[in-house]
T-cell receptor, first 113, second 112 residues
Framework: QQQVKQSPQSLIVQKGGISIINCAYENTAFDYFPWYQQFPGKGPALLIA?????SEKKEGRFTISFNKSAKQFSLHIMDSQPGDSATYFC????????????FGTGTRLKVLA | DTEVTQTPKHLVMGMTNKKSLKCEQHMGHRAMYWYKQKAKKPPELMFVYSYEKLSINESVPSRFSPECPNSSLLNLHLHALQPEDSALYLC???????????FGQGTRLTVV
């Protein structure tokens, strides 16, 4: 089944705290897992991405943790800032023929000043 | 240049109108996508073009007609839309071996 489940639906974090967003999938034909950040009225912007042969990837304050056996991956935002307040989507790319990105349901993050 | 440019940014059209959305990228990407996004929902895939050929149509109604004139351009022709088609229409592109998909800023479409 081509579906990506994302939680929580919304998240409120104090400035300087850690924001954690989780995603899970069932289709083993996914080969690439990007995270997108979207501000209101804008298109999604690629934040960070990981392949399933890597367990963790860090870029600045953003870290993806990947658990292939559990088919789960998560985004950690360290030292969260008010400017991080946005909607975050995890996604997974299928490998069957043409590339196709399946999105999670999204997490609305609000970082309090 | 990692930019996908969409025009227009906003579009209001009547149910009997014909209009087109345009998307352009100059990153040499050979896959281009149209997504539809309703408020507070994730983007939903509509069409995928690979090497200028339509490879995926996610059972989209025929009132939406995609076109890929060349490797840099992607159009979405709109005809006889319904008010429920009002949404943010997103274009994206990717190069297979690099895997990243880049999105444009979208066209906010309102059907009246």
């Amino acid at each position: 089944q081509q579906q990506v489940k994302q939680s929580p639906q919304s998240l409120i974090v104090q400035k300087g705290g850690i924001s954690i967003i989780n995603c899970a999938y069932e289709n083993t034909a996914f080969d690439y897992f990007p995270w997108y950040q979207q501000f209101p009225g804008k298109g999604p912007a690629l934040l960070i991405a990981i392949r399933p042969d890597v367990s963790e990837k860090k870029e600045g304050r953003f870290t993806i943790s990947f658990n292939k056996s559990a088919k789960q991956f998560s985004l950690h935002i360290m030292d969260s800032q008010p400017g991080d307040s946005a909607t975050y989507f995890c996604a997974a790319r299928t490998t069957s023929g043409t590339y196709k990105y399946i999105f999670g349901t999204g997490t609305r993050l609000k970082v309090l000043a | 240049d990692t930019e996908v440019t969409q025009t227009p940014k906003h579009l209001v059209m009547g149910m009997t109108n014909k209009k087109s959305l345009k998307c352009e990228q100059h990153m040499g990407h050979r896959a281009m996508y149209w997504y539809k996004q309703k408020a507070k929902k994730p983007p939903e895939l509509m069409f995928v073009y690979s090497y200028e050929k339509l490879s995926i149509n996610e059972s989209v109604p025929s009132r939406f007609s995609p076109e890929c004139p060349n490797s840099s351009l992607l159009n979405l022709h709109l005809h006889a839309l319904q008010p429920e088609d009002s949404a943010l229409y997103l274009c994206a592109s990717s190069r297979g071996e690099n895997t990243e998909a880049f999105f444009g800023q979208g066209t906010r479409l309102t059907v009246v």
